[in-house]
């Protein structure tokens, strides 16, 4: 009987701790994060830079290890959020051991702070003292200059790829024209009507370079994906869709700290994610792309390999994303055309699986055996690439 | 409120207060006196943005604020014909860049110029400085006079 893959796979090389008698330390929460950090690294003989995974439950704003990575700056290629309270560290240890083992990060810092009884005697939050005393970067840094988000942040990235490589407001505008072709075959889509680059250049700017139809729609929506092992998948009722490979990366929380404005953490997360499945981009049938603005869709061709980085703009130009398209992509009609209730990720699944299953109906891709489905968060903060295929790829 | 509120353009009196974070008070006491400084990580010989109370790039905690020179250029720009709510940004429209500082630091301001349009990527900028209500100030970015 071989051995679980997990046995002995993985070890805990670096620890740290502060107490003190007082009941109290110096330092805010997310200095004792770092310092943490660091004494356990010291401990283990690493550095910061060996470190390419992130775990910690709790955080100033809305999403902890996002927010973290930044302060550290760290670009994980493996992250959790995990939230369950006291035992988060525990279930911490078991993700990070897992993925490990699978390759998925090598060295995972697992890190926490708080410090409610100092905050109380300043009369502060007490336990709510986690949240830096309600301040988080982005609002003291960022918000005063009053930047439209989440567009204005797109807004800057497109500004700077316009200023790169002269990619230009038609190109951007092409996409959400293409993608309105998927709509039009979609009886659910909220926008269904065909538009041309000139509407979209016509419609009113929200953020320059960006206007309103380069801008995703605010529905309410709903999804859900259920996964289970392949060998169970084949009794079920439906074909299964296989995930072939996976792969994520965060760069950074407020567009202020993104390395590259032009380049995401797409470029890690497809490469992640192809390496598993032992594909490339070539061979993909459909895409399903974060479409929460055009230049998301543009930066997602150019970083998970479609096309070469600064050539989004000349690639989208020729219609490969439109129905009958060299690379068909939201066929749905996306987030810009079909809905998108805030987190659109689910509907990047749901759509990609409908296509492997050839249940797609009048927006079906002929053939359709790859799709990859890849997810945004934040303002081009976090990215996640699944690669699906269907019985023939497994 | 003024008529210039109403067009949303923030008076002092009436502009969000930035929250200050126990890392951030130095900029901030020294805005009082429209003095820029920047916090560096005295080993690393380097400045970081936003301050963190420790580097980004080695986590140590031995920081020292250090007088900037003002001076930066334009990385990104973007014309917002809208405030995201009262008390921020400036009288629509106007332009938001996020702005490269000489010590090698990438900040967000606010482009305070005649025509927001005209700002563009690469555009030499200064810092400046807004009132506010309680005798901090906040930065902005001046275009610089084009060369002679």
Not at chain 1, 79 to 97: K, L, M, N, P, R
Not at chain 1, 160 to 187: C, D, K, Y
Not at chain 1, 242 to 269: E, F, K, N, R
Request: proline share 8%; hydrophobic share 40%.
């Amino acid at each position: 009987m071989s051995a679980h893959p997990l046995r002995a796979a993985t070890a805990v090389v670096g620890v740290a701790d502060a107490a003190d008698p007082s009941g109290m330390l110096d330092g805010t929460v997310t200095e004792l994060e770092a310092r943490m950090i660091r004494e356990a690294l010291d401990d283990a003989g690493l550095t910061l830079a060996d470190v390419d995974g992130l775990a910690i439950n709790n955080g100033a704003g809305w999403a902890a290890s996002l927010e973290a990575a930044e302060r550290l700056g760290l670009a994980p290629r493996w992250t959790d959020s995990t939230q369950t309270g006291g035992s988060s560290f525990e279930i911490h240890v078991q993700h990070a051991a897992a993925a490990i083992a699978l390759g998925l990060a090598e060295v995972v810092v697992v890190v926490y702070a708080s410090t409610p009884r100092s905050s109380h005697k300043r009369g502060g939050g007490g336990f709510r003292s986690r949240a830096l005393g309600g301040v988080t970067p982005a609002l003291e840094w960022d918000l005063p200059h009053g930047l439209r988000l989440p567009m204005g942040a797109y807004a800057l990235a497109a500004s700077r790829h316009v200023h790169e490589f002269g990619t230009t407001p038609e190109q951007l505008a092409s996409i959400a024209v293409q993608t309105r072709e998927w709509a039009a075959m979609n009886p659910r889509a909220r926008l269904r009507d065909p538009i041309t680059v000139e509407d979209v250049l016509a419609s009113p700017v929200e953020a320059s370079p960006l206007h309103k139809l380069d801008c995703c729609l605010v529905t309410d929506g709903a999804g859900a994906v259920v996964l289970t092992s392949a060998e169970r998948a084949a009794d079920l009722a439906k074909p299964p869709v296989y995930v072939l490979g996976a792969g994520t990366c965060h760069t950074h929380a407020s567009i202020t700290s993104m390395p590259d404005l032009t380049t995401t953490g797409g470029v890690v997360s497809g490469r992640e994610a192809f390496r598993i499945a032992g594909l490339g981009p070539g061979d993909v049938d459909v895409v399903e792309l974060y479409d929460s603005f055009t230049i998301t869709v543009l930066l997602a061709l150019e970083d998970l390999g479609f096309c070469a980085k600064g050539e989004g703009g000349a690639f989208v130009a020729d219609g490969p994303l439109r129905p009958g398209g060299a690379l068909p992509a939201n066929t749905n009609g996306g987030g810009l055309a079909y809905t998108h209730p805030g987190q659109y990720g689910i509907f990047l699944l749901v759509e990609a699986a409908r296509q492997l299953r050839g249940e797609a109906g009048d927006r079906q891709v002929p053939g359709a055996e790859v799709a990859v489905a890849h997810g945004s968060g934040g303002v081009l903060s976090a990215m996640s690439t699944v690669v699906l295929g269907s019985e023939a790829t497994r | 409120m003024s008529e210039r509120t109403d067009r949303g353009d923030p008076t002092t009196a009436d502009r969000m207060l930035p929250p200050e974070s126990p890392a951030g008070a130095p900029f901030w006491a020294a805005s009082r006196e429209r003095r820029l400084l920047l916090p560096w990580c005295v080993p690393c010989g380097a400045a970081h943005w936003y301050p963190r109370g420790f580097c980004p790039v080695c986590l140590g905690d031995e920081i020292e604020w250090r007088p900037a020179s003002g001076g930066g250029r334009v990385h990104a720009v973007s014309v917002q014909p809208k405030v995201p709510f009262p008390g921020v940004g400036g009288e629509p429209p106007y332009a938001v860049a996020l702005v490269d500082l000489d010590e090698g630091v990438r900040m967000m301001l606010r482009v305070v110029a005649d025509d927001a349009w005209s700002v563009a990527v690469d555009d030499a900028v200064s810092i400046g400085w807004e009132p506010l209500s309680d005798g901090r100030h906040l930065p902005v970015a001046l275009p610089s006079d084009p060369p002679a």
